[in-house]
């Protein structure tokens, strides 16, 4: 079994049988991390670069571990902040890049479109591992092996993604992953923070938790980037914890348990409370595991596919 | 770049269109020591004449696209007045007004000076240069520049293009001001808070593409705002490359009521939609953006009914590199004077949106109108300033053979249907030798 495309830049337009692929392989890796030697050897001999345009520590060990679990050469670069940089033109990285001779890329880019680039211009596969606000697929991949393997199905189920759509590359790419496998796909945030013709993806559009919560079996609450936000797309801290920060009295109102999900990393009493976080319905750490076996799954089928 | 001195030419079998003298007809034009010496179709006897055969082609008053960055003085590195008279030439332009977004700005009458005399040294002199000087000192935005000193020297409008002018009260003074020597301000419009950040236009490509958006809703303020500044002091305001459907319908509104009111597009924002973008090609990147498909809907319209006064390019070259970076990253602006004749006949004409005569009045007869330049006529006894094209020969856009110093267009690989096939000005005469028909 291969992928259609020899890269993983989105989710869009991803056949369902390629994400199937993805998620069942992740099952296999997923046995292989709870064994006591974690190691497996298919990408001996093979050597991946990540590249990281954007800080991002949780992301990059994640990638770096399924790597090393793969038994790739691993070698990395990460350069600073957020800022449109200056300096080296995106042409000049990719043929860096090449004359390194690896055979694949993770790119973390704070623009739009960054690994869409290098993947035309460079020989190895890409691996998008998030840019600027547009996809993070293999984050989607892992939001989705984890509603799997907790309700044993994806279709059919009622996922809502709270929060901060507008800047959020997650919320893009768990629109299409989910939609693709069947779901329905809600979404829920200030009326500054849903982008435009979004509900042309066939998503409902909400503005107030109380009216989705009892319809939902996933709530897949985004993260606030705290200082570029209050103030501008909403008031303040407390007010978007009064409207949009999912607690426990907010929760009982639902029939059924409601399935907590979070990409890390939390800020604590603004979208989430502790209890709710930490609670018995929270599978907030459980996306961390099952992320390391869907990134040794992307390696290892694009690696052994090309 | 070829010229030749046109001191005795004949132009057989050539289509004229000459909406101010009512004249569309098949004859042949003879030209001597740069003027109109006679029309008629008996010419071919003339002694000593070099015949060029023209059967096909359309020769109009000359093209005056009056947006261009030449970039000169400051960034050479993407264009000079002499290259961009070059490509203004190749693109069938006789004349072009350039934008004071160099640096130092247009905010000083020795930089219109220097353009003026550099531009008569470029091409033989045939492409005419008119600086529009920046409204405000280094466009800035603060303080009037010197609008009667630079008119003097030959500005023939005032603008802070590649920004807008953004104050209110200095709108309002400058079209004051500028009103005692009958010069328009030109406004780049765009609410600058409401496009912080912003890459492409703010719509479901945008939203699909995680880019930050610039809402079509951020130009129709500010032309709202300046329509009635416009209207409370009685001056002459124009639009630069106007690309949204809500501001056709407010200068649909201004001209009902009779206002000094004028406006302008540019060719990609009737050809293309935002839906190009998803490429993250570079070159689709310019301010303002590309828009929606409705927004272009309604440029057309606006172009049909004449709501829409002018086409211009906004030719704004950069540099290979420059473009060659993300795309948040990458500067605004792409080149067009070597496309603009194409993508017109391609787009509005062979569509039948507008006529050919229509075309000439929007791309000769109204720039020069709106700048109280000289009429220019296809008649005898006329300096012959004059455009020739071929409407119906089909080419590749090959961005490699481009007269311009930059070549960043997203067009390159486009088949078009009309070509530009020479320009004559001044006493000298240029033919592309790209073209079949030259
Ligand atoms: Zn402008």
Redesign the pocket.
């Known amino acids: 079994m291969k992928l259609k495309s020899r890269h993983l830049l989105g989710l869009r337009g991803m056949p369902p049988e390629d994400i199937r692929l993805i998620l069942d392989t992740a099952g296999s890796f997923r046995e292989v991390l709870d064994r006591p030697i974690k190691k497996v050897p298919p990408l001996q001999g093979k050597t991946i670069a990540n590249m990281f345009f954007e800080n991002s520590t949780r992301t990059r060990l994640s990638f770096e571990l399924a790597e090393r679990r793969l038994s790739a050469d691993v070698l990395g670069f990460q350069s600073g902040g957020s800022s449109v940089s200056k300096g080296e033109s995106l042409k000049d990285t990719a043929r860096n890049i090449e004359a390194m001779k690896v055979d694949m890329v993770v790119m973390r880019h704070w623009a739009s479109g960054a690994p869409h680039y290098l993947s035309g211009v460079i020989e190895a596969a890409v691996i998008n591992a998030g840019d600027g606000a547009h996809e993070h697929p293999t984050q989607a991949l892992l939001d989705l092996f984890t509603i799997q393997e907790k309700f044993k199905k994806v279709e059919g189920l009622h996922i809502c993604l709270v929060g901060d759509i507008l800047h959020s590359r997650v919320a893009r790419s768990n629109i299409y992953g989910l939609k693709s496998l069947g779901a329905k796909v809600s979404v829920c945030g200030p009326a500054t923070m849903i982008p435009r013709g979004l509900e042309q993806l066939g998503v409902d559009v909400y503005h107030h938790l109380d009216d989705v919560i009892p319809s939902v079996d996933v709530l897949n609450v985004l993260r606030i980037q705290l200082e570029r936000d209050a103030g501008r797309f909403f008031p303040s801290l407390r007010e978007y914890h009064q409207t949009y920060g999912v607690t426990l009295r907010r929760l009982s109102r639902a029939e059924r348990p409601v399935t907590i999900m979070h990409p890390g990393p939390i800020n604590r009493d603004v979208e989430l409370s502790a209890d709710v976080a930490d609670g018995e319905h929270s599978v907030i750490l459980r996306q961390v595991l099952n992320g390391v076996a869907v990134r040794m799954a992307v390696l290892y089928l694009l690696a052994t596919g090309n | 770049m070829n010229i030749e001195r046109a001191s005795n030419l004949i132009l057989r079998n050539v289509r004229i269109v000459d909406p101010l003298s009512g004249v569309d007809k098949i004859t042949s034009i003879h030209i001597v020591d740069g003027s109109i010496k006679a029309i008629g179709s008996s010419l071919s006897a003339a002694k000593g004449a070099v015949v060029r055969e023209c059967e096909g082609m359309v020769a109009a008053p000359g093209f005056f696209d009056m947006h261009v960055h030449l970039r000169e003085p400051g960034f050479e590195h993407k264009e000079t007045v002499e290259t961009g008279c070059m490509s203004a030439a190749a693109g069938g332009f006789t004349g072009v007004s350039c934008?004071p977004n160099t640096n130092p700005a247009i905010d000083d009458e020795s930089v219109v000076r220097m353009i003026r005399a550099k531009a008569r040294d470029a091409v033989g002199g045939l492409v005419d240069v008119h600086p529009i000087a920046a409204v405000s000192l280094g466009r800035k935005g603060e303080r009037l520049a010197p609008l009667a000193e630079l008119a003097a020297a030959g500005a023939v409008a005032f603008t802070d293009?590649?920004d807008p002018v953004h104050d209110a009260e200095i709108m309002r003074r400058a079209l004051e001001y500028a009103s005692m020597f009958n010069k328009p301000i030109i406004q780049?419009a765009q609410d600058m808070p409401m496009t912080r950040g912003g890459v492409m236009n703010e719509g479901f490509c945008s939203t699909e593409l995680g880019l930050p958006g610039m809402p079509g809703a951020a130009e129709d303020v500010v032309i709202a705002r300046d329509i009635t500044l416009s209207g409370y002091t009685g001056g002459q305001y124009h639009v630069?490359?106007m690309s949204t459907g809500g501001a056709v319908e407010l200068i649909r509104m201004a001209k009902s009521r009779g206002l000094r009111v004028t406006c302008e597009v540019t060719p990609h924002h009737f050809v293309l939609t935002d839906d190009a973008v998803r490429t993250f090609d570079t070159n689709t990147k310019m301010?303002p953006p590309l828009r929606s498909a409705d927004d272009v809907a309604a440029i057309l319209a606006g172009l049909k009914d004449g709501t829409i006064d002018v086409i211009a390019t906004?030719h704004a070259p950069h540099s290979y590199d420059e473009k060659q970076v993300e795309y948040q990253a990458a500067p605004f602006g792409i080149i067009g004077l070597e496309t603009a004749i194409g993508l017109t006949m391609t787009a509005l004409v062979h569509k039948k949106v507008i006529t050919i005569e229509r075309m000439v009045q929007l791309l000769s007869v109204n720039p020069r109108a709106i700048l109280h330049l000289p009429e220019i006529r296809v008649t005898e006894g006329s300096m012959a300033n004059l455009t020739l094209f071929h409407p119906d020969e089909q080419w590749v856009v090959d961005p490699s053979r481009f007269y311009s110093r930059s070549r960043n267009t997203p067009f390159g690989g486009s088949s078009l249907k009309g070509r530009p096939v020479g320009a004559i000005n001044n006493g000298v005469v240029f033919f592309h030798p790209h073209s079949a028909a030259s």
Do not use: K
Request: hydrophobic share 25%.
């Open positions: 934008m293009d590649g780049h630069a490359h301010n906004d």
